[in-house]
Nanobody, 121 residues
C-alpha cells in the first residue's frame, strides 16, 4: 500500500508565497518522476511541473523564477515553492509519483489528495 500525503495549500494574497510538500510512504522500491498537477473549476487535471529522480526538472518558461520544484529522495518527498502568486494560480494542486513497489512489478501512478490554493485579496 502506497500513500501520498500533501500539505501546504491555503489562502494567500496576490504576490504572496506558498510551499507545498508531498511525501510518499508505504511499500516503495523506487520512485521515478514526481509531478505537480493543477485543476481549475470545469477543467481537467494538467501536469505543469515535474522532477525526475536524478533531479532534472520540467516546467514551462512562464513559471520560471516564480515556481521551484525540488525533491528529497531519501524522504520520498517533493516540494513546490510558489512565489509572486497571482489570482490565476488559484486551483487544486495534486502531486503524482510514478512508483514501483517491488522487483518485477510495473510502474504505477499514485496521487495525493489534492490541496486547494486560493490567491485572492
Amino acid at each position: 500500500q502506497v500513500q501520498l500525503e500533501e500539505s501546504g495549500g491555503g489562502l494567500v494574497q496576490p504576490g504572496g508565497s506558498l510551499r507545498h510538500s508531498c511525501s510518499a510512504s508505504g511499500s516503495i522500491l523506487c520512485i521515478n518522476d514526481m509531478s505537480w498537477y493543477r485543476q481549475t473549476s470545469g477543467k481537467g487535471r494538467e501536469r505543469v511541473w515535474a522532477i525526475r529522480s536524478g533531479g532534472s526538472t520540467m516546467y514551462p518558461d512562464s513559471v520560471k523564477g516564480r515556481l521551484t520544484i525540488s525533491r528529497d529522495n531519501a524522504q520520498n518527498t517533493v516540494y513546490l515553492q510558489m512565489n509572486s502568486l497571482r489570482p490565476e494560480n488559484t486551483a487544486v494542486y495534486y502531486c503524482n509519483a510514478e512508483i514501483v513497489t517491488g522487483w518485477g512489478n510495473a510502474w504505477h501512478d499514485y496521487w495525493g489528495q489534492g490541496t486547494q490554493v486560493t490567491v485572492s485579496s
